[in-house]
């Protein structure tokens, strides 16, 4: 590959680098018209990368001097999912196979084989890449968003309904069998196990106040004569908290963190889910209002979600509620 030098692999960057892979992200951007990295990368690598990623680097010369050809962010954290990678090339480095390259660096780097690669928006060149590198395409998202500064509609719940944050410890296997019934039709979402749940209740994001539960009065209750397996839950709503300072509590308690990231705070829409008997009754729209109140009021300007673009009638509850397209992101699985 003339002109192109060897690959790095690096815990952190430095700050050089670190300019290196903005001034690449720039000219890719500006000749492909999309970010090849997501915002949540970028802003990461605006301090160096966070704990347990893995950044490829790739040095060419140019008439300048040296320059970055390629980089790819490798995140290894998620022990459920696999390996997530994305990764971007230089356009005049382009046709060299140097995307083949990152590709199957990331493919060796990854610790169990599993990899999950990420293209922001669809270049063909990232379909090619992926087919020929025996990835199958698994998912199109699309990542919608809202200010929480607008004002929020009001809800309302069934009469027998009351929302209430998690209980760690005694809603688990009921939440778990909540979750597999709501997402029957998503195998990936659906086949959660009491252990994968627990493996996101260790992650430091975690906050049982921001995952709010709906239950119902008229429920089963645990027992012979709760053939659901959720007990008394009907739906729920898991929030999540990305970078930040320290947030302020919504009820004069400590405030809680999340200031490992490194850049400003932005709120998430991780999950809402409803019972298949509760369908049709407008409470997945109020938990989703529930859980937008929760994040504003712990001091968050903003909110994303990611839904699936087959999913239409989600689509269109979160373009009622405010939320518009941001980006689009095709999941490549191998």
Known sequence: MAGVGSVEVVPHLEPVEVDAVAMLVERV???DGVRPLSEHVTLHLRYGGDYDVRHVLVWAEAATGPRLAGYAHLDVTDVVEGSSAEMAVDPHFR???????????????SPDGR????AH????AAGRLARELGFTRARVLWQMRRSLYAPLPSYRLP?????????????DEHWVALNAA???ELPDQAGWTVADLHRRMAEPW?????????????????????????????GFHWTKMHGGEAIHSHDGGPAHRHDDHGHAPIGEVYVVGVSPQRRGQGLGRSLTI???????????????????????????????LGFTRWDTDVLYRR
Do not use: C, K
């Open 95 to 109: 046709s060299q196979g140097l995307g083949r390259l990152l590709a199957r660096r990331l493919l060796a780097e």
């Open 206 to 234: 975690f906050d049982p106040e921001g995952f709010l539960v709906a239950q119902s009065t008229s429920a089963p209750g645990p027992g012979a004569g709760d053939p659901t397996g959720f007990g008394p839950l009907v």
């Open 290 to 320: 529930a859980g937008l109140q929760h994040l504003r009021a712990r001091g968050l300007p903003d909110a994303m979600l990611y839904v699936d673009a087959v999913n239409t009638a989600a689509i269109r509850v979160y373009e009622s």
């Open 182 to 184: 709501a997402f029957v």
């Open 115 to 118: 990899l999950r690669l990420w």
């Open 29 to 31: 951007t500006e000749a």
């Open 121 to 124: 928006g669809e270049h063909p």
């Open 159 to 171: 009469a027998d309904v009351t929302i209430r944050a998690f209980h760690p410890g005694e809603d």
